[in-house]
């Protein structure tokens, strides 16, 4: 069993920075894929950027690469996810998430574990 607790929501101007992170328990991570997805309201969830644990091999989504950076810390069992020049679309609930494995971490309905996810505000 896996649990994750997302932190660093909040409001931020438009050009600002976040730092999102996710401390995890319960397991051993690193045959863990972990990542990061929003859903904005009345959206479908969407991936945004994924780590695999044991490598650190990151993988983004367009939309945000060049700007996001996601990261872990082993010896505190926590992941990072740094956003830079925000805009009014990256606008979500932020959730972690979790799985076994490094295959198809993009599609929100295979990971295996779900925080209950932290909101980021971007004012315009």
């Known amino acids: 069993q896996v649990q994750l607790v997302e932190s660093g929501g909040g409001l931020v101007q438009g050009g600002g920075s976040l730092r999102l992170s996710c401390a995890a328990s319960?397991?051993?991570?690193?045959?863990?894929?972990m990542g990061w997805f929003r859903q904005a309201p009345g959206k479908e969830r969407e991936f945004v950027a994924a780590i695999v644990w044991s490598t650190g091999i990151t993988f983004y989504a367009d939309s945000v690469k060049g700007r996001f950076t996601i990261s872990r810390d082993n010896t505190k069992n926590t992941m990072y996810l740094q956003m830079n020049s925000l805009k009014p679309e990256d606008a979500a609930d932020y959730y972690c998430a979790a799985k076994l494995g490094a295959v198809s971490f993009r599609d929100y309905n295979t990971m295996d574990y779900w925080g209950k996810g932290t909101l980021v505000t971007v004012s315009s």
């Open positions: 319960g397991s051993i991570f690193s045959r863990y894929t």
